[in-house]
């Protein structure tokens, strides 16, 4: 496939790759920048993982053909929220890939690269010299095929994310929280499952069509929903997740939102 300037660039963003499927995202293109990527970081493994967006799993067998042509070895974790795909850089100290269009609409997808310990990888830091090996064709393989194996990590993520706190004093809440049939229906039940809590779910279904709102707490009106069901059942609070479950917009037992600067500013005083 032939790449010029002009056709990566609204694919090749600042911070991540993303397009729309069939058009820009090609099982083809995947390939090709799995071959590109594995170059750059040069390691001897890499992990990915994936959303529960329809194309994902055939997107995330060709990036990992691309990667393996070059001999490199891959760690499919399977499906997974971004910051898990993160932790895995950590746990397992190799690059890594995600595919997500975060909460972008359903006909979207996308990649985020980082290298070992979760370092992001940006414009400056890599992906123009993807981009670069992508227009110049430069995408050497080797003599020798990588293999492919798959680990699950979502229970040690889980584990390393309650570590990060003491649960131990808080009361028990009542908790309402809509995935917007994104990846926290996936890892909310391992991560805030054994916690003390009343967690009532919202659209945990896993379903990358979206059929109940955009998973985009970004858009006051994807909240409504949230914040109707936590009035209606007397909880201490509801949260929404976007698509890939990175992001988190907190409404409180009035069903207000509650501003994500004081949440930080709360958050950096504990």
Same mark, same amino acid.
Do not use: W
């Given at each position: 496939m032939a790449y010029t300037a002009q056709s990566l660039a609204t694919i090749i963003k600042s911070y991540d790759v993303r397009g729309l499927v069939g058009s820009e995202i090609t099982e083809e293109f995947c390939r090709d920048i799995?071959?590109?990527?594995?170059?750059?970081?040069?390691?001897?493994?890499i992990v990915v993982g994936f959303d529960m967006r329809p194309t994902s799993e055939n997107l995330v067998q060709?990036?990992?053909?691309?990667?393996?042509a070059t001999g490199t070895n891959v760690v499919n974790i399977g499906l997974a929220a971004t910051d898990q795909l993160y932790f895995a850089t950590g746990?397992?100290? +190799? &690059?890594?890939?995600?595919? @997500?269009?975060?909460?972008? #609409?359903?006909?979207?997808?996308?990649? *985020?690269?980082?290298?070992?310990?979760a370092s992001p990888i940006g414009a400056t830091s890599g992906l123009e010299r993807i981009r670069e090996?992508?227009?110049?064709?430069?995408? &050497?393989?080797? @003599?020798?095929q990588g293999s492919e194996r798959r680990i699950d990590l979502l229970e040690e993520y889980g584990q390393h994310l309650r570590s990060l706190v003491d649960c131990s !004093?808080?009361?028990?809440? *009542?908790?309402?929280i809509?995935?917007?049939?994104?990846?926290?229906?996936? @890892?909310? #039940? !391992?991560?805030?499952? &054994?916690?003390n809590l009343e967690i009532i779910p919202m659209y945990f279904e896993l379903d990358g069509t979206f059929p109940n709102h955009e998973a985009n707490p970004l858009d006051s009106s994807t909240l409504r929903?949230?914040?109707?069901?936590?009035?209606?059942? *007397?909880?201490?609070?509801g949260l929404a997740f976007d698509g890939d479950a990175d992001r988190c917009?907190?409404?409180?037992?009035?069903?207000?939102?509650?501003? &994500?600067?004081?949440? @930080?500013?709360? +958050?950096?005083?504990?």
């Open positions: 799995g071959i590109a990527f594995a170059n750059l970081v040069a390691a001897d493994e060709s990036f990992s053909e691309g990667v393996r746990r397992l100290n +190799i &690059p890594g890939a995600m595919f @997500t269009a975060s909460h972008n #609409p359903a006909q979207y997808h996308g990649i *985020k690269f980082a290298r070992a310990g090996a992508l227009i110049s064709n430069e995408l &050497p393989v080797a @003599t020798h !004093k808080i009361r028990r809440l *009542k908790i309402v809509d995935a917007g049939n994104g990846m926290a229906g996936h @890892t909310v #039940p !391992k991560v805030l499952g &054994p916690l929903d949230l914040q109707k069901r936590v009035v209606a059942e *007397k909880a201490d609070l917009f907190l409404v409180d037992e009035s069903g207000r939102l509650v501003d &994500p600067s004081l949440l @930080t500013a709360l +958050i950096a005083e504990s």
